[in-house]
């Protein structure tokens, strides 16, 4: 059993339970795990990303909530999450052609595997320039259904079997388990910042800062896009 003081900080009594943990004889294959050191109820800070503009769709501005915002926001000190609800989750579909896998001999397993060896970065060692060295990296991440369609899968007949030979590639949603909206916009992309509570005041005014950079940036970039941020 461990007993804190009065006075003590979180951090410090977490440590002492993930140290005393270490020392526990558990039963095989239970892996204990410690909760969160924030509550969902203490979110402080509310906004939706809203556009005018065609091109940013809901997916879109999902997209950009999950890839920019939630980062940006999480490099606030003190925000320990960013919950993110509404638009939906933008996701490459690979429809496989079955006629086509048994004509080329090949099974979903084959494919998943070299979709999955071709979607990552590769070291390079290193290149000597002078009296340093630069660190080579081939980035292999696919960014577009191209890249995906082109991906090789095997070789037959000395001709190459491409994910485009028997799939069809395409780009859309993620299957949706729920549904949340604004009377005024619709779907939406929305979030909550959740700090701990000592830093509520000095994060939410960082939050607000962020959130009017956002703005700005979009504005100027797009002239249609907007970060509408209401307090909660």
Not at 3 to 24: A, K, P, Y
Request: aromatic share 8%; charged share 20%.
């Amino acid at each position: 059993m461990l007993i804190f003081e009065d006075g003590t900080t979180s951090d410090e009594n977490r440590e002492h339970v993930v140290e005393r943990l270490g020392q526990v004889n558990l039963p095989a294959n239970l892996v204990p795990q410690m909760g969160t050191d924030w509550s969902p109820v203490g979110q402080i800070f509310w906004y939706t990303v809203e556009s005018a503009n065609p091109s940013y769709d809901v997916m879109e501005r999902k997209s950009i909530e999950d890839w920019t915002l939630e980062k940006a926001f999480k490099s606030v000190p003190g925000v320990v999450d960013v919950s993110s609800f509404g638009g939906p989750t933008k996701e490459y579909q690979i429809a496989l052609d079955p006629d086509r896998l048994v004509a080329y001999g090949l099974s979903i397993s084959q494919v998943e595997q070299q979709i999955a060896s071709n979607n990552t970065n590769g070291g390079g060692s290193f290149i000597e320039e002078g009296t340093q060295q630069i660190n080579v990296q081939s980035l292999g991440l696919f960014t577009s259904v191209h890249d995906i369609e082109e991906t090789l899968v095997k070789t037959q007949n000395g001709a190459p079997v491409r994910i485009k030979d028997i799939a069809t590639v395409t780009q859309g949603a993620k299957i949706r388990l729920g549904q949340i909206g604004n009377r005024r916009i619709g779907p939406m992309a929305r979030s909550w910042t959740i700090p701990t509570p000592w830093k509520a005041l000095c994060c939410c005014k960082r939050a607000q800062t962020l959130t009017r950079c956002w703005w700005e940036f979009t504005r100027k970039s797009t002239s249609s896009t907007t970060a509408s941020c209401p307090r909660a």
